[in-house]
């Protein structure tokens, strides 16, 4: 009998977590970062709050931080993860306006007065019934003139779409070292954990929870990124 493959555990890949995501998402560290690091200087205001919903190793946060700490007096940085492993990078990148805190999002009670929150590939993992309350708290949250941003993988619109999408996904993967039979064991191992929702439906939950302005400004194969303002 096959022994039946356990759910993938971001906190065993807590190590080397950056490589491993910047492998598995295409475009991500190359583009969409340094993109929120560019934004981030449009959006961050004096004596408020940014936070990073799901900010992991807290490299993104970081790095916020350092390309607005130098102009923009009082602000507080956060980082928020349900997984403890990730704590020996936070240790590292603690400092007197940067803090981590490991819990769950849709717990926290953080969200006020804040000028930018990011979310990257975070609500992907919360239940269906629970994406929209989250994504309305951080509007809530958000100062006038704020701004979510947010990257999701997604499904394609159609099943031929998304069949399209899979060859050159796996081939991106293969091609950062990853087996036929890693890739395959993490697809099953994610199946129970991921609740996706298509760009529209993504789109149309931002509108739902308040959000005015919203724009794609990031996309590779199924992973999308939006700008959402209040």
Same mark, same amino acid.
């Given at each position: 009998m096959t022994k039946p493959k356990k759910d993938f555990s971001f906190g065993e890949h807590a190590a080397t977590f950056d490589k491993h995501i910047r492998d598995s998402i295409p475009g991500y560290k190359d583009v969409l970062l340094p993109m929120c690091v560019g934004l981030s200087c449009r959006f961050v205001q004096p004596d408020t709050r940014v936070v990073d919903v799901g900010c992991s190793t807290g490299h993104l946060l970081a790095s916020i931080r350092r390309a607005n700490s130098a102009c923009r007096a009082g602000v507080e940085y956060v980082g928020i993860d349900c997984e403890p492993g990730f704590g020996e990078h936070w240790n590292r990148r603690r400092a007197k306006n940067m803090s981590f805190v490991a819990c769950d999002a849709r717990t926290y009670e953080g969200f006020d007065t804040v000028s930018l929150a990011i979310s990257h590939f975070t609500i992907q993992f919360i239940r269906h019934v629970d994406k929209l309350p989250l994504?309305? !708290?951080?509007?809530? $949250?958000?100062? %006038? $003139? $704020?701004?979510?941003?947010?990257?999701?993988?997604?499904?394609?619109? +159609? /099943?031929?779409?998304?069949?399209?999408? +899979?060859? /050159?996904?796996?081939?991106?993967? !293969?091609?950062? $070292?990853?087996?036929? %039979?890693?890739?395959?064991?993490?697809?099953?191992s994610l199946q129970g954990q991921m609740t996706l929702w298509t760009e529209a439906e993504l789109k149309a939950a931002l509108i739902q929870a308040g959000f005015r302005e919203i724009t794609s400004i990031w996309r590779n194969l199924w992973f999308v990124g939006m700008l959402a303002l209040k």
């Open positions: 994504l309305n !708290r951080i509007h809530a $949250g958000l100062v %006038e $003139g $704020g701004a979510l941003i947010i990257a999701e993988k997604t499904l394609a619109e +159609t /099943p031929r779409l998304q069949e399209a999408l +899979t060859s /050159p996904y796996n081939d991106y993967k !293969r091609k950062k $070292g990853f087996t036929a %039979e890693q890739i395959l064991d993490k697809a099953r």
